[in-house]
């Protein structure tokens, strides 16, 4: 599976649209974009996917490059219960769905 | 409807001791996963079953064992505890589908905390 890199930690003040990146630069032809969080102690929650257009829904929005090496996932109007660790994963659909989870972005909200 | 939910939440063993921690999901899923996550790490797949009566190793499965005899169910077994182990186990499950990416939609249950001394 591609890896994904991602910035360590990020804020962003309450209000403001809070704009995560992910590289994915070995990303397959085939490989969807995931988004998941984790807020403190609790079990990951998925946010949104994407294989090449842009999506969104109604936690976010998922903007993908026309070369499909890197992704932005946007919260339009971050609160502080939007603070958690965000993660990247690409994986190949139908595949059992095995994800395999980096390190992620921690995500903190001020303020 | 529960959702994911894991059974127990916590719990202390020492070394050497045995315990199964349960999954349940009332959601008809196919696919069921066990991950754990270890301090300031993300999650690594232990083991997953993509149906009743089927398993499979994930990126860490040595220490563990699995059984799904019922769909609902998904059962993680620590045979002989090490200190190792020591970790949050989270149990997720997803849809099986052919076509989107209903696998990769995984709903987590709350997490198990266990501690071995």
């Known amino acids: 599976d591609a890896k994904t890199t991602q910035p360590t930690s990020m804020d962003c003040a309450e209000g403001r649209a809070a704009n995560l990146p992910c590289n994915h630069s070995t990303i397959s032809g085939n490989e969807y974009v995931y988004w998941y969080r984790q807020i403190h102690s609790q079990g990951p929650q998925y946010i949104i996917h994407g294989l090449k257009n842009n999506e969104t829904n109604e936690m976010a929005s998922l903007i993908i490059t026309e070369d499909r090496k890197s992704s932005t996932l946007i919260l339009p109007h971050a609160t502080l219960r939007d603070t958690a660790v965000y993660y990247c994963i690409v994986s190949i659909y139908n595949q059992g769905g095995k994800l395999i989870f980096g390190q992620g972005t921690e995500l903190s909200v001020k303020p | 409807n529960a959702g994911v939910t894991q059974t127990p939440k916590f719990r202390v063993l020492k070394t050497g001791q045995s315990m199964t921690l349960l999954c349940a999901q009332d959601m008809n899923h196919e696919y069921m996963y066990w991950y754990r996550q270890d301090p300031g790490m993300g999650l690594r797949l232990i083991h997953y079953?993509?149906?009743?009566?089927?398993?499979a190793k994930g990126e860490v499965p040595d220490g563990y064992n699995v059984s799904r005899l019922k769909k609902q169910n998904f059962l993680l077994g620590l045979e002989s505890a090490a200190p190792s182990q020591t970790s949050v186990y989270f149990c997720?499950?997803?849809?099986?589908?052919?076509?989107?990416?209903?696998?990769?939609?995984?709903?987590f249950g709350p997490g198990t905390r266990l501690l071995v001394l």
């Open positions: 997720a499950s997803s849809l099986y589908g052919t076509s989107g990416a209903l696998q990769e939609t995984q709903y």
């Open positions: 079953s993509v149906g009743e009566g089927t398993t």
